[in-house]
């Protein structure tokens, strides 16, 4: 605490032992009439000794001589209430002690006690707020210096927005209103600030009102609203931020009051539903839960939303020792108390893999150590297939033998109808699941989804790196789609569908639509303030081998129903795996993985899997450049 807080409070200190006389002297006065108070100032003197006694060491115990009252809020005043009734009530009990010890002058009048709480509560409450009022006033910004922000959103963070700018001079922001679409609050106002319209009058309102900024504080505000407002203030030459979503919210990554710039990930945003709370708690509150692959992308993230739901221990599991490290970090910086067991080691390693289960026991394991790149997967056929298929057995076999409860493996749209390497080994690592779970009645299961949005070495960060070059933008084909969804909000659905698993489901995450990646890299390049094709050149590559034009949600034959989760849906005839063909193909391929038979690997993969259509593609990337 620096020495101007000190000071002040010691100011503090100094009007309270006034304001302590003064209740109650006035506790008197207001109780008799003028010609009694000289027959009872004995009792004055002593009530204001015991009062001063009493109240100042209850006030400092309750931390009213420790807080910064420029920023007192509602918590403060709720403090106060406790704090003053404390005192009033002990001051009391003593004085009437005294009263029946005939230690005071009798008749003395007991209502004083209730007249003397409450000018105290007025006058200490009075003073704290007092202060609070003079700091404000103190933080008026030149008008000549003074930007506006106009805010959408009035709900709880769009008031909290706005409570930070107004006690914030550093921000130099203040607001000028709200847009809100619900008809109850148009018209009203929020700590002095009105609700101008609706959001779709945003450019109306822009035109007669003048705002340096546009503020979005509606952390479930879909896509399709941002897109408007986006572009919107893209037309004026308006900067815009937003606040995180729901989802990165729920995932303790950031807190309500952070602004950035808006990204797009909030473009393709979807509006968020309603999760079982209690189910996910149920299998994770107080578990042991094991996370492979925790320094990747969604590994992080599952670690970063289960740690939330207070498991006993969470264990994060990697190859990479510098990831596992800022997930470690990150998670000590935001979960500071949680039980946190960083490994490094290799899934393909299984007397480690056997060691660690041994060691931690652990209930829960959410399995999301993978290859994940499509065309280096084709060029190195062998990392993928020991990685993704005898790495995924090692950890489920050992699951199995350690009795773990529950097992999630993360798969992709790619392992249906697989035409690349990496799709392949998915899917046969979705049958060793599959076969386990059914074999020994396990609640192991898997949850398949599309690709995510700004995980590492993903199109998002390549077409922003091009762009910050000055281009091109490199897109492989004008058609080129892929179902896109946030990292946070894919995590959020594989907890929900981790809780719903009884054994030997594959869950499917609702993807929504399927966005053309010339889609994409052209919002992309709108977002850093320029315009496609003639700010930045955008050039088409050509097909990668192992990639489809269109990604596919369903195998032939194979059908989805619904959950009791709207985004959440499930293989409704369970696939049949032979166990004995399903064993003698993983030794087979165990086998040509230590020859590095590549074509070999390649023809095993598609004469097993159903649907599989790889074909060997031994050359190399044409020119380095990864695209999509």
Request: proline share 3%; charged share 30%; hydrophobic share 40%.
């Given at each position: 605490m620096s020495a101007r807080i000190r000071i002040r409070n010691r100011f503090v200190l100094i009007g309270d032992l006034a304001l302590i006389i003064v209740s109650v002297l006035g506790s008197f006065a207001l109780r008799l009439d003028v010609s009694e108070l000289p027959f009872y100032f004995p009792a004055t003197l002593l009530m204001c000794a015991v009062a001063l006694a009493i109240k100042i060491p209850t006030y400092y115990f309750f931390g009213l001589y420790r807080r910064l009252w420029m920023y007192a809020s509602t918590n403060e005043l709720r403090l106060i209430t406790v704090a003053v009734t404390t005192a009033s009530v002990l001051t009391s009990g003593v004085m009437l002690t005294l009263i029946s010890f005939d230690l005071v002058k009798p008749g003395m009048p007991r209502s004083a006690l209730g007249i003397d709480w409450l000018i105290s509560l007025i006058l200490i409450g009075g003073s704290r707020f007092a202060l609070r009022i003079l700091a404000e006033q103190n933080k008026t910004l030149p008008k000549d210096k003074t930007r506006h922000a106009l805010i959408l959103g009035a709900g709880d963070a769009g008031a909290l927005v706005a409570r930070e700018l107004q006690k914030s001079a550093q921000l130099n922001l203040i607001p000028i209103g709200f847009l809100d679409d619900d008809p109850a609050k148009q018209g009203h106002q929020i700590y002095g600030v009105s609700v101008l319209g609706k959001i779709d009058q945003l450019e109306k309102v822009l035109e007669t009102k003048q705002a340096d900024e546009v503020i979005i504080a509606i952390p479930s505000a879909p896509g399709r609203i941002i897109r408007?407002?986006?572009?919107?203030?893209?037309?004026?030459?308006?900067?815009?931020?937003?606040?995180?979503?729901i989802y990165e919210l729920l995932g303790g990554k950031v807190s309500v009051n952070r602004l950035r710039e808006v990204d797009i990930t909030d473009l393709l945003r979807r509006e968020p539903v309603k999760i079982d709370n209690q189910l996910i708690g149920s299998i994770l509150t107080n578990k042991r839960v094991l996370v492979t692959g925790a320094g990747g992308s969604i590994g992080s993230e599952?670690?970063?939303?289960?740690?939330?739901?207070?498991?006993?221990?969470?264990?994060?599991?990697?190859?990479?020792?510098n990831s596992i490290f800022e997930s470690l970090m990150d998670l000590k910086e935001n979960f500071p108390a949680l039980d946190i067991h960083p490994i490094i080691a290799d899934v393909r390693d299984k007397s480690r893999i056997e060691e660690i289960f041994k060691t931690y026991r652990p209930h829960v394991v959410f399995h999301a150590a993978a290859h994940k790149h499509v065309p280096l997967m084709e060029m190195n056929v062998e990392e993928a297939v020991t990685n993704n298929v005898l790495g995924t057995r090692n950890v489920a076999e050992t699951a199995s033998r350690h009795t773990v409860e529950r097992v999630v493996f993360i798969s992709t749209d790619k392992a249906v109808n697989p035409v690349s390497v990496m799709g392949a080994t998915k899917r046969l690592a979705e049958m060793i699941i599959l076969d386990i779970a059914n074999k020994n009645r396990l609640a192991y299961s898997v949850v398949r989804f599309g690709n995510v949005l700004g995980s590492r070495g993903s199109v998002v960060p390549i077409f922003k790196s091009q762009i910050a070059r000055g281009g091109p933008v490199l897109v492989t084909h004008p058609e080129m789609q892929r179902y896109f969804m946030t990292i946070p909000e894919a995590v959020?659905?594989?907890?929900?569908?981790?809780?719903?698993?009884?054994?030997?489901?594959?869950?499917?995450?609702?993807?929504?639509?399927?966005?053309?990646?010339?889609?994409?890299?052209?919002?992309?390049?709108?977002?850093?303030?320029?315009?496609?094709?003639?700010?930045?050149?955008?050039?088409?590559?050509?097909?990668?081998?192992?990639?489809?034009?269109?990604?596919?949600?369903?195998?032939?034959?194979?059908?989805?129903?619904?959950?009791?989760?709207?985004?959440?849906?499930?293989?409704?005839?369970?696939?049949?795996?032979?166990?004995?063909?399903?064993?003698?193909?993983?030794?087979?391929?165990?086998?040509?993985s230590l020859h590095s038979q590549r074509a070999e690997l390649i023809r095993t993969l598609n004469s097993f899997l159903p649907s599989g259509s790889v074909r060997p593609h031994p050359s190399p990337l044409p020119n380095g450049e990864e695209t999509l």
């Open positions: 408007l407002v986006n572009d919107v203030c893209r037309k004026k030459g308006i900067a815009s931020r937003i606040i995180p979503s599952i670690c970063r939303q289960v740690a939330r739901w207070n498991p006993h221990q969470l264990i994060l599991l990697g190859h990479g020792e959020h659905l594989v907890l929900q569908a981790a809780s719903m698993g009884k054994g030997g489901e594959v869950f499917m995450l609702n993807m929504g639509e399927q966005i053309r990646i010339l889609d994409l890299a052209e919002d992309l390049i709108r977002l850093s303030g320029l315009e496609p094709h003639r700010d930045i050149e955008i050039q088409f590559t050509g097909v990668r081998p192992g990639e489809k034009l269109r990604e596919e949600l369903f195998e032939d034959g194979m059908n989805f129903e619904k959950t009791a989760h709207a985004e959440i849906f499930r293989m409704k005839d369970e696939e049949q795996v032979d166990s004995e063909a399903l064993v003698n193909v993983l030794n087979r391929l165990e086998e040509l």
